[in-house]
């Protein structure tokens, strides 16, 4: 089997919101707008920012990604979380059981949130084809290898394999960080 070379990209601080949510914070029937499409199919940052308020303190202008969710979530590095007086689990995206909520305050609107706030778990998103040729499943678990002055490698990287998935690994930037990884990055997939 060929090695499994991927593009490793950070993730920064975000909010996804539920349509009941966009129309409380931003006005009844209000639409996101694309300021840049990422790497996951159809998924953007749009210009809309929202301010999210913790126990000890204020996120001022997190950018809100679109289109609208089924739910409601904010995604923090532990860096951001802590600063503000959050203790969040490490989740994936849609795992908010347990998590603390916040307050989102919007330019029409505020809402109470009350689970929600998650640190994103490292994770391979892989287009199907991609998980068949190189023999990763949907929940497997890998390791991602980077190079560098810094190189390092990400361990317990949950896989996301399906159709809606283009194959990118997402870490947050406290790991952007700490690996130095500025810039276009190759991560090579390690599997046990």
């Known amino acids: 089997m060929e090695e499994f070379k991927v593009t490793v990209e950070g993730s920064g601080k975000h909010v996804h919101l539920s349509r ?17 499409y990422l790497s996951q199919p159809g998924q953007y940052a749009s210009t809309s920012k929202v301010d999210i308020v913790g126990p000890k303190g204020t996120i001022s202008g997190m950018s809100v990604l679109g ?14 979380a802590r600063k503000v007086g959050f203790e969040p689990p ?10 603390p909520g916040c307050t989102i305050i919007g330019p ?10 998650i640190v994103a778990k490292r994770h391979l998103h892989c287009s199907p084809e ?3 040729k190189y023999g990763v499943k949907d929940g497997d ?4 290898k980077v190079g560098g002055e810094r190189g390092l490698v990400f361990d317990n990287v949950e896989c ?12 947050d930037y406290d790991e952007i960080n700490a690996a ?13």
């Open 20 to 36: 009941e949510h966009l129309d409380i914070l931003f006005g009844k029937g209000f639409e996101l707008e694309p300021k840049k």
């Open 108 to 117: 029409k609107g505020t809402v109470t949130i009350d689970k929600g706030v």
């Open 90 to 99: 490490i989740r994936l995206s849609g795992d908010l059981e347990g998590s």
């Open 130 to 132: 991609d998980g068949a």
């Open 180 to 192: 130095a990884l500025f810039g276009d990055t190759t991560g090579i997939v390690l599997k046990d």
């Open 67 to 80: 289109p609208a969710r089924k739910e409601t979530q904010v995604e923090l590095s532990f860096t951001d």
């Open 160 to 171: 996301r394999v399906g159709p809606t998935h283009a194959t990118f690994v997402h870490v």
């Open 141 to 144: 678990v890998v390791k991602i």
